[in-house]
């Protein structure tokens, strides 16, 4: 199975639509004024800086006809981020070791972005930002400008923690990103030709580095690589940056002796990847690796490998999810914790790791159209990964809670990961390109085909186009989603082809739909998707689910949940805010019979399902004297006041200024 | 007001005589044999080790007839415990940097125990023991083991972190007890030299070092010396410390520059002591601080730091303490964190802390008894403090968490400063050697008194003696605390002296209480005591406090305790345990008209009241499919499963193995 093609996707979707624009007008524009440090409240990025400075170094050594000599080598960390300065000198480099990726995840949603519609004056400062970056690359076909402006005599010397295949995995997605939007090979060239050099350096043989990535990402970018050029030795590296993780002795260890003896959870490098059945470690990290693992299986038919993704599936959606798609239970090493342990309050739940297993269940569906993958896509994709961008597209979480007291995320050091408003722009620049580059390729995500069958994964509304034997059929689709289930969806020329279409049922329809089919019969239902078949020249589709809000309860081994539920109404996970609701939310409490009237609102900018219903607020009633101080008292009753609930989308909130949220409400 | 004289108060209480011979028996013995590194099993401590080797240089010194030079400066940091070596050599240093405290908490101990009764093996071993220490203080008075080794070229170089004049406030407080308890004057003289070396090097004056120590406790124990010696510079030196902190610039920045323009909350130097009106930063230092600050207040008289100690007592305990009495509430800086911050899971609350609450709370008694002192100084120490310790005496909690899930604490690493269980001994011990010197000096807490007036504030099965007006009267009090409230007293001799005694009613009785009095006639009720005077020659007292299980509520701005409950019953706070009531204990739910039911049990090896009640498990009815993965589904229902409810005393938890505790209980 294969995505469908961007380009041969055109969303024009009312809740969609929305959000790409966003990402066109402001996200992507913005990112453009950060990448040259042009927004003086940001933190410096160095990021266009740093290729011209090695673009430079490079035009010296070619003028003075010298083969490329190491200038020198003064290590700067990379933990902590520069402050911008007004000294910086034109030859040095400034920032994070991975800071050359900010570019290439922003080239990658400018690819997409051109592919849904042209704009002249982006392609134009793109092309022009690629002469920068294509000229920092050197003879050889290395490009990473940390190691080419401070010395190359320690490249690949710190695969652990230097991000230098990180940065290869990105330039090879944004490169194809923008390759595919124009046809233009220039980035495209240098991505083969860093990818190429990669390859001769690495590998078991005698000689060669025997490493992979610290920060797994290379891998799915070099079999996404092999799927546009064919070419194997793309394919090659990456099933051996795939095969070589975890083996015994770990080849962290060379470069860093103290890790000796200890498993390497965080860089899933613990055990070899076919073996592994629990996700662990860093989260963005883990389902990066997990993406390439199944793009691998896909490609290979490798069944142990197959086996592994399903159980780290498995492992993440049974026991180390959050209800809003979040995973990375932990802000210590970014990482998931153990089974169950998900607390709402000190939750990473990175925005991040949400897109990383949209990735991931996306590369699991392309595998097998089962519906279990296109849930999770669903559910992470409406909830956290919209959490992380705030309604006019200007500011960004990284960390999504579930549970937020604003002054306890300032105060108390155990949560200070926790932003209780959304943040300009970071440092470490990860999520915000993340989320542009995934909203800009919303259309890939939508369908997958294979070679009679198109698979309808998500309902946003859209037109597309697929060949089957021979004839081009289209596929306009109408969708309510999310504010209601209703989906038509008209497909044309489709007679006589074999074409079918896969109309997925969502998990929280609890199987049922209510179908009306012109022009085509219901062959079976399978894995959560109806087939339909025996398609007349012109069919109409009626396909519709109810929206109903629901309370849900997590797994009882999830302590932090326990006696709470959470309010889900379709796809859309709801929370409380205290603008509504008022403060200390922890003292409402709903009943167990609870009803939810709906009410449309316009206050977020469009048409938004809100939900009401009675609740009480629980006041403990104490009596004087309280024997310890005032902290204290004897406990006589409580007063429980009616009160009108007031629910929002969870992706709302912070919308509307710092207050109280929960997701989850005492029952 | 002075503490009553321990020597002058012997214990004989069903209760504490028991802790007291188990410090005796099981903890003083075991901590001597950890000072000598003869317990296998447990981290090396090295502390006697480190006094013979500075003896040893301080030898070859002298028998060469030179001035003691700081033969070589090898720092090795003191963040790490070293591991136990076969290799270590005699004239090194190991361990941190205040290592040689662990022995002056010992002899602390020491002299307490042997205050109450006799052991001349005990005495023995210690007069060795001093020999030891006394050899290792050079010849200016100078007295700390790691820059005696180390180099005394960097000696008061590091006040911040390096211990030196913490490490004096323990020699001076062991030296004091030892003293007291024998008469023996070795080590008082070794303590009285280093302080005088200490004050002929810190001052104001130009030359002088203008610090004062990262660690407070020199600051009380200096005034106790004082009081002892009668010797002002001791009182002036004690004075200085506490006058120069907090003052600008900190004297902490000429150590550490990048301190610079941050408040110096963790070592309370953020303002001027008498500025200070809110608890911060490191709990253990801050209420060490705050008992100096008490003591100064007492004997100078000064109004603004009496008023700066009442308002940092409040900010304690009427916005930052557990119900346990528990003080610290992050283990980030085992600090205090923001008002009301008080989570039960991730909790601190660190035995020292308590410990240091008991200080401050005994000094406030010394200025005026009002019972929101002792009424906290017996919170702490008959929940937080005990807790500390295990049945046996040979284990010990460092932190006293509220609400503990076994399996979190070991794999979730924001949690890993909880132990389900005691641990044998820590390389860093400060609270095993704390609670062996608090229990062992009990009775220096039962009373205080002044010239007429005998206060308790504690009821332990003992006798006193009090002079008063050229007559000595004895007093001997009966007492069923912690299980029941009956306290008898009987007072002999008073007839005719103005003899007064005033008995304290614990706030949790809410101002209740019987009393029965022959031969003494009330005189008044102020600030929570009863004064009784005009006594006969013999004298009977029958007081008794109904101790009824009460469930108690925190303000509700407590976030973590929303719709919960806690049981107390007198002084003693409870808990529920997974062993007596199954685990996910966060599903257990109470009727806010709950009763309780008392049962005597045997099975802690002496009479603990436990308590019974009607409750419910709550268990959500979830139905099936769940729409993402099996982590979550729909709530319908919820099955409520009647139980019988099981409380036990929370200092008693984690005797019968691993298991979940929780003192809040749902409601």
Redesign the interface.
């Known amino acids: 199975m294969i995505p469908a093609d961007i380009k041969n996707t055109e969303i024009r979707d009312e809740f969609w639509s929305r959000k790409q624009a966003l990402v066109r007008k402001e996200v992507i524009p913005y990112q453009w004024e950060i990448l040259n440090d042009r927004i003086p409240e940001a933190e410096a990025s160095y990021c266009m800086h740093n290729f011209k400075a090695a673009g430079l170094l490079n035009e010296k050594m070619r003028k003075k006809g010298d083969a490329f000599e190491a200038p020198r080598f003064t290590y700067r960390g990379f933990a902590v981020f520069p402050e911008k300065r007004e000294d910086a000198k034109e030859d040095e480099f400034y920032g994070f070791v991975f800071q050359d990726s900010d570019f290439y995840k922003w080239i990658e949603a400018v690819g997409y972005a051109l592919m849904t519609g042209p704009d002249p004056v982006l392609e134009e400062t793109a092309d022009r930002a690629i002469d920068i970056v294509c000229a920092a690359q050197l003879p050889n076909g290395y490009l990473d400008t940390y190691y080419i402006i401070n010395g190359m005599d320690k490249s690949f010397s710190d695969l652990r923690d230097h991000h230098e295949l990180y940065c290869l995995g990105h330039l090879i997605e944004g490169a194809i990103s923008y390759y595919q939007a124009t046809g233009k090979e220039k980035l495209l060239k240098t991505a083969e030709r860093y990818a190429d050099y990669v390859a001769s350096l690495f590998g078991t043989e005698e000689g060669k580095i025997n490493g992979y990535p610290g920060h797994e990402i290379a891998e799915m970018a070099l079999f996404a690589l092999y799927d546009l050029t064919g070419e194997e030795r793309y394919k090659n590296l990456a099933e051996y940056f795939i095969n070589e993780r975890g083996k015994e002795p770990n080849y962290f260890e060379k470069e860093h002796p103290d890790m000796k003896g200890k498993p390497d959870y965080y860089h899933q490098a613990h055990i070899p990847v076919r073996e592994q059945t629990e996700a662990v470690g860093h989260a963005v990290r883990a389902v990066y690796l997990y993406s390439g693992m199944a793009d691998m299986a896909r490609l290979t038919g490798d069944a142990a490998l197959l086996n592994a993704c399903e159980k780290l599936f ?1 492992s ?4 180390k ?1 959050y ?1 809003t ?1 979040g995973i990375g239970a ?1 802000h ?2 970014e990482s998931f ?2 089974p169950y ?1 998900l ?1 709402n309050d ?1 939750a990473y739940s990175e925005t991040c790791a949400a897109i990383g297993l949209v990735f991931f269940a996306e590369r699991m569906l392309r595998i097998k159209a089962d519906s ?1 993958y296109a ?2 896509m669903e ?1 992470a994709l409406f909830n956290t990964v919209l959490s992380g961008m705030a309604l006019d597209g200007k500011s960004f979480f990284y960390v999504n809670p579930l549970d937020v ?1 604003p ?2 995320c300032k ?4 949560k200070t990961h926790v932003k209780p408003v959304r943040q300009k722009w970071f440092g470490c620049a990860c999520c915000p390109p993340n989320i542009a580059r995934l909203i800009t390729s919303l259309g890939r995500y939508i369908y997958t085909e294979d070679e009679n069958t198109l698979y309808t994964h998500l309902y946003v509304g859209s037109d597309t186009t697929k060949a089957v034997n021979g004839k081009l059929v289209s596929v306009s689709m109408e969708s309510g989603f999310p504010n209601n289930g209703n989906v038509k969806i008209a497909v044309n020329g489709a007679k006589g082809s074999g074409f079918r279409l896969a109309l997925r049922i ?3 329809t ?2 049922k739909y209510r179908l009306d089919v012109t022009g085509a019969s219901e062959k079976e239902e399978k894995d959560g998707y109806i087939y339909l078949g025996e398609f007349s020249e012109s069919a109409a589709i009626d396909i519709s689910f109810d929206m109903i809000p ?10 932090e949940d ?2 709470k ?2 309010v ?1 109404r379709g796809p859309i996970v709801y929370c409380m805010e205290g603008v509504d609701n008022g403060d ?1 939310l ?2 409402i ?1 709903i009943d ?1 019979n609870v009803s939810f009237t709906e009410e449309m609102s316009g206050e977020f900018g469009y048409d938004v399902v809100t939900l009401k219903a009675d609740a009480k607020r ?3 009633s ?1 009596s004087a ?11 006589s ?2 007063e429980e006041k009616e009160i009108s609930l007031r629910l929002i989308p969870y992706y709302l909130w912070a919308n509307r200024g710092e207050n109280e949220m929960s997701v989850y409400i ?2």
């Open positions: 498995d993440i959606v049974n026991t999810m209800i798609g932990t210590l090493g914790s153990l342990d607390p000190t279990k849930d999770v559910l007291i002054e306890n105060k108390d050091e155990r969502p998990g929280w609890n199987g629901r309370l849900m309860a997590a797994d009882s081994r999830v302590a326990n006696l539920v959470a889900t200390k922890r003292q409490r167990k629980i006041i403990p104490v004297p309280r024997p310890f101080g005032e902290l204290y008292g004897e406990f009753s409580f005492n029952i």
